[in-house]
């Protein structure tokens, strides 16, 4: 189909966000949309957003309000709120910003289309339910070639843990695996479009347990095993993992499988077996650091990161002390840390708070360490071989950018020729977050 009209997508949060918006981008290519990356000459705009903090959800009004004159402008101009927000808040969206045409759920983006051809006729559209079936199955895909030889497959979505402080299981609902042959197949047809690496995608991605060709359930350690004999395919990594789902066969994938890459992104949340116990997150502090050490007997060059929440209800400095030695006997190579944000409708927004200013005061010191690590593990890769996957050129001529396994960001002087391969450089200069370096 020739494309005539033109499609706009802001994307928020997370990964699985992404994944989700190239796949409603790829829909409504079927339906005549093609992209643009001006809001301006947009006559679809959607925006797919992120509910995990206040100031996420918030950002989402602001950028509605800066839409006003594009809509004065061009009265047939369709607005849409998608993601976790649309989930979270529905119809009080339309309420609050009458300018909204549509809002749809995580889970039903296969009825884009249909919603929309009713925004034409003149109504609003709303669809936040959680359908049965699953959305990818009806999402076609495209067969152009991949634009990054970098590509993100959702294999789980939803989450049952429930954590005191976390929307994710409202917004997502209930964990859902796919099944293992149409990964398998979306995972080939992403190589045969020049995919070399694939990042496997779940809100709790390693307590996949999808229906297998076999007729078992296949763990996500099963899953890594069959991509790894996917040829083309050159490296395989996965996020977000929850401590209590890291498998014995998951760890040993770690050391066993050359194309399961050595980083590990395992959040913790806090130090503090106290505090880990009001947030609901089943194990303490002992548990996870036996975790990695496991992790490292079975993969001594791991590079880990995490995310921690900082400010929880009830946190006392000996509280917020224990995160911080946890953090010196893990040592990440990095990490992302938030202040806690209290969410409408989970348990922990119900607790007193801590006063902001304690808070502010503990983020900062937490990522003061944290930044200390990262530049640790970044200049100790000084000298050091490694490979990457170049991606796309570099911000200087002649140059090209990608990612170290350890998902460091590289950039290197290299031909045009090299891009979407694997290549093996020496390390020459690391600052904070990035690494320069040398083909060998
Ligand atoms: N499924 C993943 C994380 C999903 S949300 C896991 O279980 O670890 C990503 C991160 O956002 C979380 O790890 C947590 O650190 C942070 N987060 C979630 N809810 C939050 C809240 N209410 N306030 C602050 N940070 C939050
Ligand atoms: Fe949220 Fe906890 Fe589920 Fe992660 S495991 S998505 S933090 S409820
Ligand atoms: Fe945000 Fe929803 Fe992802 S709340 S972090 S976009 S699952």
Same mark, same amino acid.
């Given at each position: 189909?020739?494309?005539? !009209?033109?499609?706009?997508? $802001? ?7 992404v ?35 206040? $100031? ?17 402008? $061009? ?7 998608a ?27 296969? /009825? ?8 034409? +006729?003149?109504? !609003? ?5 959680? %359908? ?8 076609p #895909? ?19 843990k =429930?954590?005191? =402080? ?33 990042t ?17 359930t296949?763990? @996500? ?16 990594? =996965? ?29 913790? #949340? ?14 303490? +502090? ?25 400010g ?7 509280? =917020?002390? +224990? ?7 893990? /040592?990440?190579?990095?990490?992302y840390?938030?202040?806690?944000? %209290? ?5 922990a ?18 990522? +003061? @360490? ?21 991606? !796309? ?27 979407g ?9 690391? $600052?904070?977050?990035s ?6």
């Amino acid at each position: 189909m020739t494309a005539t !009209k033109k499609l706009h997508i $802001k994307t928020y949060g997370c990964q699985m966000n992404v994944y989700d918006s190239e796949r409603m981008v790829e829909a409504m290519a079927a339906e005549g949309y093609e992209t643009t990356e001006d809001a301006g000459e947009a006559d679809l705009i959607l925006l797919n957003t992120c509910h995990i903090r206040e $100031k996420a959800a918030e950002k989402v009004y602001s950028d509605l309000g800066r839409l006003r004159p594009l809509k004065d402008a $061009k009265p047939d101009l369709r607005i849409g709120v998608a993601g976790c927000v649309a989930q979270a808040e529905g119809g009080e969206i339309m309420a609050r910003q009458p300018l909204v045409d549509l809002v749809v759920g995580p889970q039903t983006y296969h /009825r884009l289309p249909a919603m929309l051809a009713r925004v034409a +006729a003149g109504e !609003k559209a709303l669809d936040t339910e959680m %359908p049965e079936e699953d959305k990818f199955d009806h999402l076609p #895909q495209l067969r152009t070639p991949a634009a990054k030889p970098s590509a993100f497959l959702t294999v789980q979505e939803g989450c049952d843990k =429930f954590c005191a =402080f976390c929307v994710v299981p409202y917004t997502r609902g209930a964990e859902v695996s796919r099944p293992v042959t149409r990964l398998l197949s979306e995972a080939r047809a992403l190589v045969d479009r020049g995919v070399r690496e694939i990042t496997l995608l779940g809100q709790n991605v390693n307590a996949y347990h999808g229906a297998g060709p076999d007729g078992r359930t296949w763990s @996500l350690a099963d899953l890594i095993w069959a991509l790894d004999g996917i040829e083309g395919l050159a490296r395989i990594r =996965f996020t977000t993992s929850h401590p209590n789902d890291m498998t014995d066969d998951l760890i040993s994938a770690h050391g066993d499988c050359a194309k399961l890459m050595p980083y590990l992104h395992l959040p913790v #949340q806090s130090g503090s077996d106290r505090i880990l116990k009001a947030m609901n997150r089943k194990h303490g +502090a002992a548990e996870y650091i036996k975790l990695i050490d496991k992790l490292r007997a079975a993969r001594p060059d791991l590079a880990l990161s995490g995310d921690f929440i900082v400010g929880f209800p009830g946190e006392t400095e000996a509280d =917020f002390e +224990a995160t911080l030695d946890l953090v010196r006997q893990v /040592r990440y190579a990095a990490a992302y840390s938030f202040r806690y944000s %209290p969410r409408p409708g989970t348990p922990a927004a119900e607790r007193p708070e801590v006063p902001t200013e304690v808070a502010v005061e503990r983020l900062h010191r937490l990522q +003061a @360490l944290l930044t200390e690590q990262q530049q640790a593990a970044q200049a100790a890769m000084i000298g050091r071989e490694t490979n990457v996957l170049f991606e !796309k050129a570099g911000r200087l001529p002649g140059q090209l950018v990608g990612k170290s396994d350890y998902l460091q960001a590289v950039h290197a002087d290299a031909p045009e020729s090299m891009l979407g391969r694997v290549a093996r450089v020496r390390v020459t200069v690391a $600052k904070t977050n990035s690494l320069a370096a040398e083909l060998v």
